[in-house]
């Protein structure tokens, strides 16, 4: 595994380790044990409800209703990727997921891309794929290269998962207005609480003062706060208490 480092639009560097190819693997073999258990599932209730024997009537109108049944495992992984914020559910059991490597949330068409040009990767004997895996720096499949993602894992502490949202008492009164606060974005706030939590535990206080002088710079202030981390603290209370009500 390697680090990711991903510098977002507030000119901030997010840090990931990407996920390993084992890991991917482990999430593609569970991924294909739901689709047996879907193809078993859907073999066994068409057998009871229409009468036939699944190893032997497997012919003429039958062959159509089971290709018809079988279309949610061709659109399975674009589906779930693009429904579940880059997770599938076996990616989601082995806790990785898709994400931009430019900062930005992963949208439908990089989950297509990566979709298609599965025929290329997985489909035509995993050999693309897995030699991508190997030879590139984080784990990216051909997929990847071309859509702009990588596949990083969640079990780190500070990861792209984690909430916005901080532990505001009833009666707490915000400091700054709406307005101010509404120049930011979910993904904006999600960005600045990971970094803080980053420089608060590698005792950096240089991040620290780039998050507080980024926030300054958006809301076009001067830190009205005796601390820089005041006002970061500030800004993400302020948010919650005007989004998370």
Not at 197 to 222: E, G, R, Y
């Amino acid at each position: 595994m390697s680090n990711l480092n991903i510098i977002t639009t507030q000119n901030i560097k997010l840090f990931f380790t990407t996920a390993s190819v084992g890991e991917r693997m482990l999430a593609y073999g569970i991924d294909l044990l739901i689709k047996a258990a879907y193809v078993i599932v859907v073999l066994i209730i068409l057998s009871q409800l229409l009468q036939f024997d699944i190893y032997t009537d497997l012919e003429g109108p039958m062959i159509v209703i089971l290709v018809l049944l079988a279309t949610p495992l061709m659109f399975y992984t674009l589906v779930c990727e693009s429904t579940m914020e880059g997770q599938t559910f076996g990616k989601k059991i082995v806790k990785i997921k898709v994400v931009k490597i430019d900062g930005y949330q992963a949208g439908f068409l990089d989950y297509f891309i990566r979709w298609i040009f599965a025929i290329v990767d997985i489909q035509m004997g995993y050999a693309p794929g897995l030699i991508s895996m190997i030879s590139t720096k984080h784990t990216r499949r051909l997929g990847d290269l071309v859509a702009g993602t990588a596949v990083i894992s969640e079990k780190s502490k500070y990861n792209i998962s984690h909430t916005i949202l901080m532990d505001v008492k009833d009666d707490y009164k915000p400091y700054f207005s709406r307005n101010q606060v509404v120049l930011f974005s979910d993904n904006d706030v999600r960005i600045i609480k990971e970094n803080t939590l980053l420089a608060v535990k590698q005792k950096n206080p240089t991040l620290i003062s780039k998050i507080s002088n980024k926030i300054c710079s958006v809301m076009k202030i001067d830190n009205p706060f005796a601390h820089e981390r005041e006002l970061i603290d500030t800004l993400l209370s302020d948010y919650d208490y005007y989004t998370g009500k």
